[in-house]
């Protein structure tokens, strides 16, 4: 490729909308631009490498025996009335929905996993068209909330999705460990330091998921990991243990205390004289067409993707002020569990259960109950697992450790969608016996777009990107100064084509410019191998070789060179 040719300039200054170095320097070196916030547009430096790491995986899958297909963007709703168990990919109802001509009702961005359970129950009969695997790398929507970070959280994404499907869970635990060895491999030669954490919400669904994550200090979302033992898991599905504190021995009347404005649990355990985890957090949310109450201890807070997992709804959020003065009576803050209307659903923690004598507030503003106790009170709820897991809690594996959070980007997830899971489909074959037995599956993602954002934020320095040899836009920049002398410009061409010949890719800068400007956005695109043609260079016999990711190059003869390049396109690079 000829830069003087390529569609893109490099930027002085990044956009002031970008806020990572990803996205300032993948900006200021022309691999992305954006037509609004959150549509990316991928420039051909930047499909250069999804196609590189589109390859990787191609190359890992096809080893695995996993088959490429190709499942249509828009989505019939007939297509989506299956549940989703595991949640993979997004959730049932599509990120966009319209209708066509016809009137007919399309979505785009709903699951895969459905689908692709409803384009296999077509095609495998028998346990002799099993087991079968297969996958799709394709641009995916989503519509998350947020800032709109370029390549983590864009509208549009680049994704392989991969299935397998399998006759009983030990070919399915097969599948899932063949996914989890590629991504896995891939990572390890983008030079990411990934592990795999627990993702999962609950386990009624005989689903299991695990979600790929790897270190990013930039990043909003986190890890919860323990200290002393290998327990990790997302912040969406960590669990923890809380100190059980002893009990009253006897339950007390019940008393509402006047506490005008005090809504903060800190303000209003010192207010009455009890300890923080006595008090209750009781929220009211809207789960799709019905509110829910959630009460968890007053030192917790409510983790609302294990109520909505639990709900099984589509949509969650917070009541609104007008709702909870119609249920409780009261102003926000001071709804409680003693009151609530009949047949309001509630959820407690489990961490609530064994309380005796607590603090939760009296639906009625400016009032707090005190010495409430279950069964007495109010009725016992639905005990479950709804807080959220915090650093400096126990550990809910081991009983020694606690949790700590680090930050951490969600690169991709397998989840074990199981035998029963896949049942809801009606995805059965006709077995060794003759008869119908369900077929286990298995779903796969893996964010590419993110892959590249993570790779970015891991290998750069002040000068701009520094790309692992697997993943870079091409194998080795030549650089032609002093092109207007014909003996130079003959020797660029010489050995462009010679490299070319090698099998390597090559961006050759012929362009019409200086010396520091060459160099400079030869070090913000990050190429690995800079091989510099001069006046000089020519009198010497010799080329000028620099490393992306030395601090300074050296003269080498051609045949020199090329060994270099041969090595270094074959060397993998250590994680930070």
């Known amino acids: 490729m000829r830069q003087s040719q390529h569609f893109g300039i490099t930027l002085k200054e990044a956009p002031r909308e970008a806020q990572t170095a990803a996205h300032r320097l993948l900006m200021r070196a022309g691999y992305l631009r954006s037509v609004s916030a ?35 963007l828009l989505q019939p709703a007939a297509s989506r009335q299956t549940p989703d168990p595991a949640g993979v990919g997004s959730t049932e109802e599509p ?19 459905t689908m692709m359970a409803a384009v296999a129950g077509r095609e495998i009969r ?28 864009d509208h549009e994404f680049l994704a392989l999705d991969a299935f397998g499907f399998d006759a009983d869970e030990a070919g399915i635990a097969r599948s899932c460990q063949s996914l989890q060895a590629s991504f896995e491999a891939v990572c390890r030669q983008a030079a990411l330091p990934c592990r795999w954490v627990e993702d999962d919400l609950a386990a009624e669904d005989a689903c299991t998921r695990h979600a790929l994550a790897v270190p990013l200090e930039t990043s909003d979302e986190t890890v919860a990991g323990c200290e002393a033992c290998a327990y990790a898991a997302s912040r ?15 339950m007390r009347p019940m008393q509402a205390i006047h506490g005008p404005g005090l809504i903060g649990v800190g303000r209003l355990a010192e207010f009455i004289g009890i300890p923080v985890w006595k008090t209750t957090k009781t929220l009211l949310f809207r789960a799709d067409d019905r509110v829910v109450a959630v009460m968890v201890r007053g030192d917790c807070d409510v983790n609302e993707a294990k109520v909505k997992h639990h709900l099984k709804c589509r949509e969650l959020a917070l009541a609104s002020p007008q709702t909870i003065r119609e249920l409780t009576g009261a102003e926000v803050g001071y709804a409680g569990g003693v009151g609530l209307p009949p047949g309001l659903l509630v959820l407690a923690d489990h961490f609530t259960r064994e309380r005796v004598n607590f603090e939760c507030g009296a639906n009625r503003t400016d009032y707090h109950n005190i010495n409430v106790n279950w069964g007495r009170d109010l009725p016992l709820p639905a005990f479950g697992d709804f807080k959220m897991a915090r650093a400096g809690e126990r550990c809910p594996r081991c009983e020694i450790g606690s949790i700590r959070e680090t930050p951490a980007l969600a690169l991709g997830s397998v989840a074990k969608l199981g035998i029963a899971a896949a049942g809801r489909s009606a995805l059965a074959h006709q077995g060794r016996d003759g008869r119908p037995q369900p077929v286990s599956m298995v779903a796969g993602r893996l964010d590419l777009s993110r892959v590249v954002a993570a790779v970015v934020e891991q290998h750069h320095d002040p000068a701009g990107l520094r790309w692992p040899p697997c993943l870079a836009p091409f194998d080795v920049h030549l650089v032609g100064l002093n092109l207007e002398d014909e003996g130079v410009r003959s020797e660029a061409e010489s050995i462009y084509r010679r490299l070319r010949a090698e099998g390597f890719e090559v961006l050759l800068d012929d362009r019409d410019a200086r010396a520091g400007e060459k160099f400079s956005d030869s070090d913000l695109i990050g190429i690995p191998v800079r091989l510099t043609v001069s006046k000089r260079t020519l009198a010497e016999g010799r080329l000028e070789l620099k490393l992306r990711s030395a601090a300074q190059g050296g003269r080498v003869r051609v045949e020199e060179a090329l060994v270099a390049i041969r090595r270094r396109s074959r060397q993998p690079i250590d994680p930070p």
């Open 95 to 113: 990120e966009f929905a319209f209708q066509d001509r016809r009137g007919a009702t399309l979505g785009i961005g709903a699951s895969l996993a």
């Open 126 to 153: 028998s346990y002799k068209d099993l087991p079968r695997r297969v996958f799709q790398i394709a641009r995916q929507v989503r519509d998350k909330p947020g800032p709109r970070t370029a390549l983590i959280n």
């Open 236 to 250: 969406r599905a960590a669990r923890s243990r809380l100190e059980v504190f002893p009990q009253d021995r006897e």
């Open 38 to 72: 959150g549509i990316p547009v991928a420039m051909p430096y930047l499909l250069r490498v999804l196609n590189r790491l589109g390859r990787m995986l191609r190359e890992e899958l096809d080893a695995r025996q996993f088959e490429e297909l190709s499942l249509p």
